[in-house]
């Protein structure tokens, strides 16, 4: 009598059991998160908050831009202009993004966006330029050659506010295991320049939804889905930077009304990039001085 053949393992489950990461959904988080950057104030009166994006073609840094445009405007919002491809870099110029408050107010932090990391993209040298201020609004990035002190947007006294408070490296998620040799050794060579600075650095993870299914049927799973997980550790060690600064964000692509899940997931990155930017302008000269160049 023959013995009953056994049924095959179940496939493991690509979720683990719990979030290995806790985030609040509730609508009473997502407000009090909200409200806590629009309360944020420098502690010195009229100091500016610079956040610096940069990452490959196409990583979504534009979109993360008009994302938190979004969510602090409350209503949908293009400012940044977004190419609905990743052929060559859309954004050719240095460019400032300033948020408006009130009818005569801003909010007291600003995002800027450069072209991006690749073979014909931004110079890895401008980017350091950038970070100590010495590049001046709409300067457009030559793949070519860097920017000359002699240019006229060579900037040759930068202000405290002209300098960068937080680097913001944006990947998306599905191209990290991917990712040219080059463009990483570009990216680890800017946050090597940041650190001498000491501006923090943060990673922004995007097309989360693209990337894995299980966060595109239900976005609260981005901390129980086991390959995000992976490719933020994946990044992590690629580039150098700790995963308690990496944020996976779905970024507003298609959508034309706003989702609360998103903007949780984006007000907790942007939460984290404040906090981080003003512990560097608190540190004062150690965060803002100019090194020799």
Same mark, same amino acid.
Request: glycine share 6%; net charge neutral; aromatic share 8%.
């Given at each position: 009598?023959?013995?009953?053949?056994?049924?095959?393992?179940?496939?493991?489950?690509? @979720? !683990?059991? *719990?979030?290995?990461?806790?985030?609040?959904? #509730?609508? =009473?988080?997502?407000?009090?998160?909200?409200?806590?950057?629009?309360?944020?104030?420098?502690?010195?009166?009229?100091?500016?908050?610079?956040?610096?994006?940069?990452?490959?073609?196409?990583?979504?840094?534009?979109? !993360?831009? +008009?994302?938190?445009?979004?969510?602090?405007?409350?209503?949908?919002?293009?400012?940044?202009?977004?190419?609905?491809?990743?052929?060559?870099? /859309?954004?050719? $110029?240095?460019?400032?993004?300033?948020?408006?408050?009130?009818?005569?107010? !801003?909010?007291?932090?600003? /995002?800027?966006?450069?072209?991006? %990391?690749? $073979?014909?993209?931004?110079?890895?040298?401008?980017? =350091?330029?950038? %970070? =100590?201020?010495?590049? =001046?609004?709409?300067?457009?990035?030559?793949?070519?050659?860097?920017?000359?002190?002699?240019?006229?947007?060579?900037?040759?006294?930068?202000?405290?506010?002209?300098?960068?408070?937080? &680097?913001?490296?944006?990947?998306?998620? +599905?191209?990290?295991?991917?990712?040219?040799?080059?463009?990483?050794?570009?990216?680890? +060579?800017?946050?090597? *320049?940041?650190?001498? &600075?000491?501006?923090?650095?943060?990673?922004?993870?995007?097309?989360?939804?693209?990337?894995?299914?299980?966060? $595109?049927?239900? &976005?609260?799973?981005?901390? $129980?889905?086991?390959?995000?997980? +992976?490719?933020?550790?994946?990044?992590?060690?690629?580039?150098?930077?700790?995963?308690?600064?990496?944020?996976?964000?779905?970024?507003?692509?298609?959508?034309?009304? %706003?989702?609360?899940?998103?903007?949780? @997931?984006?007000?907790?990155?942007?939460?984290?990039?404040?906090?981080?930017?003003?512990?560097?302008?608190?540190?004062?000269?150690?965060?803002?001085? #100019?090194?020799?160049?």
């Amino acid at each position: 009598m023959g013995g009953r053949s056994s049924s095959p393992d179940p496939p493991p489950s690509p @979720l !683990f059991s *719990e979030p290995w990461r806790t985030i609040n959904w #509730e609508d =009473k988080q997502r407000q009090s998160d909200l409200q806590h950057v629009k309360d944020y104030k420098p502690q010195t009166v009229g100091q500016q908050l610079r956040i610096l994006l940069h990452g490959p073609v196409g990583a979504g840094k534009s979109s !993360f831009i +008009n994302s938190v445009l979004s969510v602090l405007h409350g209503r949908m919002y293009r400012q940044a202009l977004v190419e609905n491809n990743s052929r060559g870099c /859309f954004t050719k $110029k240095y460019t400032t993004y300033k948020i408006q408050k009130g009818p005569q107010t !801003f909010y007291p932090f600003v /995002f800027n966006d450069i072209m991006g %990391l690749a $073979k014909e993209g931004v110079p890895v040298d401008d980017v =350091k330029l950038a %970070l =100590k201020g010495h590049v =001046k609004e709409d300067y457009a990035f030559n793949p070519e050659s860097t920017l000359s002190v002699d240019n006229p947007f060579y900037n040759n006294h930068p202000t405290a506010n002209d300098k960068v408070h937080v &680097l913001v490296c944006v990947v998306p998620a +599905n191209t990290v295991a991917n990712m040219k040799q080059e463009t990483v050794d570009k990216i680890r +060579n800017i946050r090597m *320049e940041a650190s001498k &600075l000491s501006i923090p650095q943060v990673g922004i993870l995007t097309k989360i939804d693209e990337a894995c299914p299980e966060i $595109k049927n239900d &976005l609260r799973n981005v901390y $129980k889905a086991k390959y995000i997980k +992976n490719k933020m550790e994946q990044f992590s060690v690629n580039v150098g930077i700790p995963m308690n600064c990496i944020f996976p964000v779905k970024n507003y692509h298609e959508e034309i009304n %706003l989702n609360n899940n998103i903007d949780s @997931l984006i007000l907790s990155a942007l939460t984290n990039i404040i906090n981080l930017g003003d512990d560097c302008i608190n540190m004062g000269s150690s965060c803002t001085s #100019e090194d020799s160049d």
